[in-house]
């Protein structure tokens, strides 16, 4: 059923009025966009930039590789955790104010990353930055859907989604300029002029909408079990690598999941205002939509992960030179975004998806033949027909999820959507290196004896497998050309077998997502924040 509500607009002075009085700059739809674009490009262009600067970072500080992990997973857990939280926060007090926080506590906590001088504050910092981020995303979507006509909503998620991949083909490209010409810092403190042009913006530009039944109170015990339940799985998924999956830490953390998950959803039965009221999931299209996009970032991120390591490890590119080549990929998504919210408005999100999840299975089972003399053109083609794609999943699935809940609730169902993200690509990743793992562990040994190569103690064997795991060659120091060409064609040729049985695996789940695809539809409540605007 479509949610009845009324819409209102607040103005800078908090005077509240019909949204289509409006004049003047402020809610302009376009506007808006181009408001919200600049804090998204900031959060997702950090996301990939930090990647190239952890290695100096390492290095600046002294700091273990334990360590250098947590910048990356604190991050990650804090964005997690958070996401549906800070939706949710969004729907109480205004997306608008949420965003701009978001905004504002982003480039603090980067300026503060740039000014640490030990590890620990740059691993608290990075965390803050984690929180904040969470909160810029989903207010982000929800001011979207409320200042944009139904019919030009999926054009406008187009121009978000080009957004988030030119930022993030930008990322490892501009890290590494900045990490060689300047220095590890300068990548946190790009985001303090970025941030300042965001909130400039934000502060003259965005028009606070809310429903007039938007959420007054806190499902404050519902948060805490979300947030442990969240917490758990996510740090289970990190930690799973490195103590297996069958040792009791990584069972336990994921039965805590759970537990946690089924007494939220047991709560959430019970409380007056939940914080996700579980009739959203009444909505097939909205539930199909949020597992199309835990397996889209399962089979992308998961696949991802492997690639970045063929091109500097297999291939020998620099951080820079992979970011080059992986420009097809990112490219298209930049091409294939707003062309897809076109798309999508004439026709329906159900098409597009189910052959964009399919163009990504073949291009998953593409990747799965490459080998380590494959040619720049050939992986172009199988980057670009990935993503290509995904162009079609990353907006439909978002205007199906966001579409498909009460203007209420967008924040939500923003967080929602952001979440599943977070989870798949978490999910996809552990399990894509285990599976990774398991190869390496099945022939490494046997490719090494065939190849006549001097005998290695189990000690020695586990060590070099650590390290074909990601590619890189266990060539010890002064021994002959021919020896350390033939350990290094073991190695290469052993992660690409790793490689290539994960994308088998990435394209099976492809395929998977694609008949999920075929249960969505245009949102039922996609026209509720029509009213809010005039274009």
């Not at 190239?52 to 997690?80: C, E, F, H, M, R």
Request: charge should be neutral; hydrophobic fraction near 55%; charged fraction near 10%.
């Amino acid at each position: 059923m479509t949610s009845q509500i009324t819409v209102k607009a607040r103005g800078p002075a908090g005077g509240q009025g019909p949204a289509s009085a409006r004049t003047g700059l402020r809610g302009h739809p376009w506007l808006t966009l181009f408001a919200v674009a600049i804090g998204v490009m900031m959060v997702t262009l950090d996301g990939t930039i930090v990647a190239v600067a952890n290695p100096a970072i390492q290095k600046d500080l002294g700091a273990s590789l334990a360590d250098v992990q947590w910048i990356t997973n604190g991050y990650l857990l804090a964005l997690a955790v958070s996401l549906i939280t800070a939706g949710k926060l969004g729907d109480r007090f205004g997306h608008r104010q949420t965003f701009l926080i978001g905004i504002a506590g982003f480039a603090v906590s980067s300026a503060a990353i740039g000014l640490s001088t030990g590890v620990e504050l740059v691993i608290g910092f990075r965390v803050a930055q984690g929180l904040f981020g969470a909160l810029l995303m989903p207010a982000a979507l929800g001011l979207l859907r409320a200042t944009f006509p139904a019919e030009k909503l999926n054009m406008a998620i187009g121009i978000w989604g080009m957004v988030i991949g030119a930022s993030t083909a930008a990322g490892p490209i501009v890290g590494g300029l900045l990490v060689e010409h300047v220095n590890w810092q300068s990548v946190f403190f790009i985001n303090v002029p970025v941030g300042i042009i965001a909130l400039a913006f934000g502060l003259f530009i965005l028009l606070d909408h809310r429903a007039e039944n938007a959420p007054r109170s806190f499902d404050v015990p519902g948060i805490l079990l979300l947030s442990g339940a969240m917490f758990s799985l996510i740090w289970a998924l990190i930690k799973a690598a490195e103590w297996g999956w069958g040792d009791w830490k990584t069972l336990f953390f994921l039965a805590a999941s759970v537990i946690l998950f089924v007494l939220f959803a047991v709560w959430e039965t019970k409380v007056s205002e939940p914080l996700i009221p579980l009739g959203m999931f009444r909505s097939v299209p909205l539930s199909a939509g949020t597992v199309l996009m835990v397996l889209m970032a399962f089979a992308f991120m998961g696949g991802l992960f492997f690639v970045t390591f063929y091109l500097q490890n297999v291939h020998g590119m620099s951080p820079v030179d992979s970011g080059l080549h992986l420009l097809p990929l990112t490219g298209m998504m930049i091409i294939g975004s707003p062309l897809a919210g076109a798309a999508i408005t004439k026709v329906g999100p159900r098409v597009p998806l189910v052959a964009g999840m399919v163009a990504t299975a073949v291009a998953c089972f593409g990747m799965a033949r490459l080998t380590p003399d494959t040619a720049t053109l050939t992986m172009s083609i199988w980057f670009a027909l990935l993503g290509l794609g995904l162009a079609p999943v990353m907006v439909g699935a978002t205007e199906v999820i966001v579409g498909n809940a009460p203007l209420e609730l967008s924040g939500v169902a923003g967080g929602l959507q952001q979440a599943a993200m977070q989870v798949g690509g978490s999910l996809g990743t552990a399990v894509l290196g285990a599976v990774m793992a398991g190869t390496v562990s099945d022939s490494f040994g046997d490719n090494w004896i065939k190849a006549q190569l001097p005998p290695l103690t189990p000690e020695q064997l586990d060590l070099a497998e650590k390290g074909v795991q990601v590619g890189i060659a266990p060539v010890p120091e002064g021994v002959p050309a021919e020896v350390a060409q033939a350990i290094t064609t073991v190695a290469h040729d052993t992660f690409v077998s790793g490689m290539s049985t994960a994308f088998t695996v990435a394209g099976v789940v492809a395929v998977l997502a694609a008949v999920v695809a075929c249960f969505t539809k245009r949102g039922d409540n996609a026209a509720a924040g029509a009213g809010a605007a005039h274009i």
